[in-house]
């Protein structure tokens, strides 16, 4: 069974680069982050990966909302509210939003997470800020509504698609690792922001462990067979790299090759 992957662009942050690394950047220049969520489709189901933040939440924290996540994805043919199967990576504020669009799915998250954002973690300012509480709430309330699987460390999530545990940026950050033509393609989310997160071996300063942080980058580094397999959270070169989907903007496809020669 083939799988496909696309990433969709639904938001942008314009910043330097010594605000992406802890300890700075000597050489600071201009690294935007974007915004992005993800699909997983086959001929058997669709899997959507995160769910972005709306506009309320891009009014309250200064990002530019280019596309509501709905409209990005109903641009590819998916209708967000048939979808049956949501992976939620972490609950930031950025890839936790918009639930509601999603009235029939299952949302996928790690046992860890929710113990992360709804215990005493949540009490330190520095930690809770980029959470949102209203996403939260989303989440826990559809626990009892019982429309959330919870996954304690690595799992199956379908044949050709695991989920695997890599705390550090989040205490259960989750990637996604899914089986293509091209090889296992590594969903990274927020393991690495940028392919330069990987590269230098230093963490994006938003971090709950640092040293977990680090250990992932190892972990992650065996999930894939190139850092072409390897697909960042945040960084705009996702679609400069893949081949875009025709007529349709900011969606590029993650289970072809790169149309040029990856970092390496």
């Given at each position: 069974m083939s799988n496909r992957i696309y990433a969709v662009r639904y938001g942008h942050l314009d910043r330097l680069s010594d605000l992406n690394f802890i300890g700075g950047?000597?050489?600071?220049?201009?690294?935007?982050?974007?915004y992005f969520v993800w699909v997983i489709k086959s001929e058997a189901r669709t899997i959507v990966v995160d769910t972005g933040f709306d506009a309320a939440g891009a009014a309250q924290r200064g990002r530019t909302l280019l596309r509501p996540v709905g409209a990005g994805l109903a641009a590819?043919?998916?209708?967000?509210?048939?979808?049956?199967?949501?992976?939620?990576?972490?609950?930031?504020?950025?890839?936790?939003?918009?639930?509601?669009?999603?009235?029939?799915?299952?949302?996928?998250?790690?046992?860890?997470?929710?113990?992360y954002c709804t215990g005493r973690a949540m009490t330190h300012p520095h930690l809770a800020a980029p959470f949102d509480a209203r996403n939260v709430m989303d989440m826990v309330q559809r626990t009892f509504d019982g429309r959330v699987v919870f996954h304690a460390g690595d799992d199956e999530l379908y044949p050709g698609v695991t989920l695997h545990h890599l705390p550090g940026h989040t205490l259960g950050l989750q990637v996604v690792r899914v089986q293509t033509a091209r090889g296992p393609v590594v969903l990274a989310s927020?393991?690495?922001?940028?392919?330069?997160?990987?590269?230098?071996?230093?963490?994006?300063?938003?971090?709950?462990?640092?040293?977990?942080?680090?250990?992932?980058?190892?972990?992650?580094?065996?999930?894939?067979?190139?850092i072409d397999h390897i697909i960042p959270g945040h960084d705009p070169e996702v679609l400069q790299r893949f081949v875009p989907e025709p007529d349709a903007a900011d969606i590029v496809r993650l289970d072809l090759a790169p149309m040029a020669r990856g970092v390496s």
């Amino acid at each position: 069974m083939s799988n496909r992957i696309y990433a969709v662009r639904y938001g942008h942050l314009d910043r330097l680069s010594d605000l992406n690394f802890i300890g700075g950047d000597d050489h600071a220049q201009r690294m935007p982050l974007d915004y992005f969520v993800w699909v997983i489709k086959s001929e058997a189901r669709t899997i959507v990966v995160d769910t972005g933040f709306d506009a309320a939440g891009a009014a309250q924290r200064g990002r530019t909302l280019l596309r509501p996540v709905g409209a990005g994805l109903a641009a590819m043919g998916v209708d967000a509210r048939e979808v049956q199967d949501v992976v939620i990576t972490h609950m930031h504020y950025d890839h936790a939003g918009n639930v509601p669009l999603f009235p029939q799915a299952r949302f996928h998250v790690q046992d860890a997470e929710m113990a992360y954002c709804t215990g005493r973690a949540m009490t330190h300012p520095h930690l809770a800020a980029p959470f949102d509480a209203r996403n939260v709430m989303d989440m826990v309330q559809r626990t009892f509504d019982g429309r959330v699987v919870f996954h304690a460390g690595d799992d199956e999530l379908y044949p050709g698609v695991t989920l695997h545990h890599l705390p550090g940026h989040t205490l259960g950050l989750q990637v996604v690792r899914v089986q293509t033509a091209r090889g296992p393609v590594v969903l990274a989310s927020d393991a690495i922001h940028f392919w330069a997160n990987l590269q230098r071996a230093i963490p994006f300063p938003v971090v709950a462990d640092v040293v977990a942080y680090l250990e992932a980058l190892r972990k992650l580094q065996t999930l894939a067979p190139s850092i072409d397999h390897i697909i960042p959270g945040h960084d705009p070169e996702v679609l400069q790299r893949f081949v875009p989907e025709p007529d349709a903007a900011d969606i590029v496809r993650l289970d072809l090759a790169p149309m040029a020669r990856g970092v390496s």
